[in-house]
Structure formats: C-alpha cells, structure tokens
C-alpha cells in the first residue's frame, strides 16, 4: 500500500511543475513547490526530534497549501498530526472559557 506522503512526493519528482494546489487567492502551487516545502518542513521537524520514537505536531492554521505541506511534511518526519482550523473557534463571548 502506497502512503500519501509518497505518493505525493513520487508525483512532484515526476511532474515538478504541474499544479498541485490553488492557493485561496487563486494562485497555483506546484508539486516541485509543494515537494520542496514537504521535504524542508520533515527535515526540520526529524532534526528537532533525534532520539524521539515519533512525537505529535499540533499545527493550528487557515486550509491552504502551507497547511497541507505542514501536514505532509509532519506525516513524512514520523509524526502524528492533530489539525485545528482557527477560524472554527467559536467566537469569545462574555464569561465563555478562554
């Protein structure tokens, strides 16, 4: 069975320059931009974590091509992904938990 990370990996290296992703404003992302940031972000994360048997990533952004390259590249560095959208927090009203 194939995992997402490579098969998103293996499709960048063979079509470096094909839109991978449309960023919110419109503008296309391509695999070798998306396999570039995936590959940096696992780096940094496995080099933070020498000597850990794997480790959760908590990242807390808006959908978009740094969130799917922060997740890809932590699924890629062995970690384990909890995924928290801001903007689903409902809004802070008088006397609600902070």
């Known amino acids: 069975m194939i995992d997402i990370v490579s098969g998103?990996?293996?499709?960048?290296?063979?079509?470096?320059?094909?839109t991978a992703l449309i960023a919110p404003g419109g503008a296309p992302v391509s695999?070798?931009?998306?396999r570039?940031?995936?590959?940096?972000?696992?780096?940094?994360l496995a080099s933070g974590a020498q000597g850990e048997e794997g480790f959760g990533a908590l990242f807390a952004v808006r959908?978009?091509?740094?969130a799917?390259?922060?997740?890809?590249?932590?699924v890629a560095?062995?970690?384990t992904l909890v995924l928290a959208d801001?903007?689903?927090a409902p809004?802070?009203?008088?006397?609600?938990?902070?």
């Open 86 to 88: 801001p903007g689903l």
């Open 8 to 18: 998103v990996l293996d499709v960048a290296s063979a079509t470096p320059s094909r």
């Open 36 to 44: 570039e940031r995936v590959l940096t972000i696992a780096h940094a």
């Open 31 to 34: 695999y070798g931009t998306l």
């Open 91 to 98: 809004r802070s009203s008088p006397g609600a938990w902070r």
């Open 68 to 74: 799917v390259a922060m997740a890809l590249g932590a």
């Open 63 to 66: 959908p978009g091509p740094d």
């Open 77 to 79: 560095a062995g970690g």
